[in-house]
Nanobody, 123 residues
């Protein structure tokens, strides 16, 4: 079992930045690929970014490329999502997730999920 806890969400103006963190406990973090997803009301969770267990490979949704950066610190059991140049359409609940496969943009590839953290971008 893996427990994931997100933090770092909040309210920010358009053009601003936020950094989300997700700390894992339980199973060895360094053996898991990590991803970030987001959900807006009435929609399914959508892929945002993923990082390989070694941290040397990443993938992004087209909508966030060039603005968001996913990274991890295996010594701290933590994955980050640095979000720059935020837009109102980035407003969502953000979830981190862990998977045994990489890369994957599919929800079903991820076995463990956090509770989410809310990000609101005002115009």
């Amino acid at each position: 079992q893996v427990q994931l806890v997100e933090s770092g969400g909040g309210l920010v103006q358009a053009g601003g930045s936020l950094r989300l963190s997700c700390t894992a406990s339980g199973r060895t973090f360094s053996s898991l690929a990590m991803g970030w997803f987001r959900r807006t009301p009435g929609k399914e969770r959508a892929f945002v970014a993923a990082v390989r267990w070694t941290g040397d490979s990443t993938v992004y949704a087209e909508s966030v490329k060039g603005r968001f950066t996913i990274s991890r610190d295996n010594a701290k059991n933590t994955v980050y999502l640095q979000m720059n140049m935020l837009k109102p359409e980035d407003t969502a609940d953000y979830y981190c997730a862990a998977a045994n496969v990489y890369p994957s943009v599919r929800l079903r590839a991820y076995d463990y999920w956090g509770q989410g953290t809310q990000v609101t971008v005002s115009s």
